[in-house]
């Protein structure tokens, strides 16, 4: 298949996984299922990552600005804007695609080569719908989240990383923070993140839905998501930024 | 009725079902026998639309197959149940929780009811205290039998079984063959199996179709296939010399 033909058949997939689900119990089931699986337990690691980005952004600042000239609450101010328009959501999200991307791709794999989708399927249930449907719904509401999360803990690594390497001082980082508020870049944070969880939660479940054969397959196809998924991310990362803020 | 008109089914080069007819009647049961890759297993999920036949039709009660919409695609398949070789049970979810699915998905019943429905599938596939097991905890002879429990948890119209009893001891594979038997007499249904084995076509074959190389090679009943000269059948029937004595016997019968 050459890469028309993969789009088209990804697109045809959304087609069918943007159905009324079949009864709403079992799909707020699965919902909140998803939401510990790619949501909760996601957590943890984008606040670890989102921590020392944040400090290592706020350190590598400081060294590039020695010019006596720039004040030295231009740290604070550029650690924030850089975490929040690009670390928080563009970062965290690749981070996400390899973690999330693999898991759903292994897991719906599994089903595949299985014949538990095969299954639901001769049930009279709508697989892609059953299965993808509360993935998405999770992942578009709950990065959101995360991230917001990661932004403030980005801001705090790099306040940590100054009071711990007396770099820059905390005074000049926390004014310098509070430096010029834009309520649209957040949003524009946001966005991105939610077109991104989009991506996410759809790119490794195509991968997964749709593979032929057995476990190295599986594995195979978990590999190709992530790296998929992070390509895709990255390049819509480029037009939303020019799109957006352009 | 389900008809089955000359259809045909190729993995890329390979041409696996070469134009297969049958017609399957309500209350009957229809074993589907022939060797291993013959092409039993690709031919009953052309059936059900899990593979795609390149040729032919498939007609339920006189409606084709090829010209019904998803949705009603998805509506025949509610009353449909399939046993699948591998059993394909939700791994991820309890014996419960696997037959009870079809019941929660497509029912209004309460969880007691559906309790009751699950318990009373689950007794008679002979599985009882297992309810709060997963699929890996169990052997392959209980994931079979839960595989049957969630089949016929919903009352379907048409059964199908793809080696219900392989990898059963010879009492719990009867104790299969005649729950099939007999839910195919009392809900009057259309029950499809796929088999090996030649216990199941002796007492519940009231016909079998033979397969041989993607293609019919016999059609009859249990009371046939030992008259027949059909030289496939006789190979495959007699490779065992357990059923070479039993054909003398039958013979000397009458
Ligand atoms: N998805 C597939 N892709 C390619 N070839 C397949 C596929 N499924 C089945 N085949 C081929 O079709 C042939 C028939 O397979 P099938 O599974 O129907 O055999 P079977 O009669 O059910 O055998 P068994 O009794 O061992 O289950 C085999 O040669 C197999 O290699
Ligand atoms: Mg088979």
Redesign the pocket.
């Known amino acids: 298949m050459n890469y028309i033909e993969h789009i088209g058949k990804y697109f045809a997939m959304l087609g069918q996984v943007f159905k009324r689900p079949q009864k709403g119990k079992i799909f707020k089931e699965a919902l909140f299922r998803e939401l510990d699986d790619l949501g909760n337990k996601s957590l943890g690691i984008a606040a670890f990552i989102a921590f020392f980005v944040g400090g290592v952004v706020a350190i590598q600042t400081a060294l590039n600005v020695d010019n006596p000239l720039i004040p030295k609450y231009l740290i604070g101010f550029a650690t924030k804007r850089s975490i929040i328009l690009e670390f928080a959501p563009t970062f965290v999200s690749i981070i996400l695609a390899g973690k999330v991307g693999s898991f759903i791709t292994s897991s719906i794999g599994t089903m595949r080569v299985t014949e538990q989708i095969d299954a639901l399927e001769v049930m009279g249930i709508n697989s892609l719908n059953h299965l993808v449907l509360p993935k998405i719904i999770a992942a578009v509401f709950f990065y959101p989240f995360i991230i917001s999360i990661a932004m403030f803990l980005g801001i705090f690594g790099g306040y940590v990383a100054g009071s711990l390497t007396g770099l820059f001082s905390t005074v000049d980082y926390i004014y310098g923070i509070q430096l010029e508020f834009n309520s649209f870049f957040v949003a524009y944070a946001i966005i991105k993140t939610m077109v991104f969880a989009f991506v996410i939660a759809t790119v490794p479940s195509y991968h997964g839905y749709y593979v ?1 054969g057995g476990s190295l397959e599986v594995g195979r196809a978990s590999t190709q998501a992530v790296v998929w998924t992070s390509v895709i991310i990255i390049l819509l990362n480029y037009f939303l930024t020019q799109m957006l803020l352009g | 009725m389900i008809e089955v008109k000359d259809i045909h089914k190729s ?2 080069e ?1 041409h ?1 079902l070469k134009g297969i007819s049958a017609t399957f009647e309500k209350g009957k049961t229809s074993l589907i026998i ?10 009953i999920k052309s059936m059900l639309g899990l ?1 795609i036949p390149e040729e032919g039709d498939i007609c339920y009660d006189g409606i084709n197959y090829n010209d019904m919409s998803t949705d009603a695609r998805r509506d025949l398949r509610k009353e449909i149940g399939m046993v699948f ?1 591998g059993s394909a049970l939700f791994d991820s979810s309890t014996v419960e929780e696997n037959v009870m699915f079809p019941l929660k998905m497509f029912t209004m019943q309460t969880k007691a009811e559906m309790l009751e429905r699950v318990n009373f599938v689950l007794n008679r596939v002979d599985l009882n205290n297992a309810n709060g097991k997963y699929p890996a905890e169990l052997s392959g002879g209980m994931q079979k039998r839960v595989a049957i429990a969630r089949a016929i948890v919903m009352n379907p119209k048409y059964l199908f079984c ?2 219900p009893n392989s990898g059963l001891d010879p009492r719990t594979a009867i104790l299969i063959d005649n729950l099939i038997q007999e839910i195919t007499d009392e809900y009057n249904i259309i029950t499809i199996i ?1 088999t ?1 084995d030649m216990n199941s076509v002796m007492e519940i074959g009231e016909k079998i179709i033979f ?1 041989e190389n993607g293609l019919k090679a016999w059609e009859g009943t249990n009371k046939d296939i030992f008259k027949t000269d059909n030289k496939a059948v006789t190979s495959f029937v007699y490779s065992s010399n357990l059923f070479k004595k039993v054909r003398q016997a039958y013979l000397m019968e009458g």
């Open positions: 032929k | 993995f890329g390979a696996i022939g060797q291993s890759g013959s092409g039993k297993t690709v031919f593979h070789q793809d080696e796929n090996h397969l």
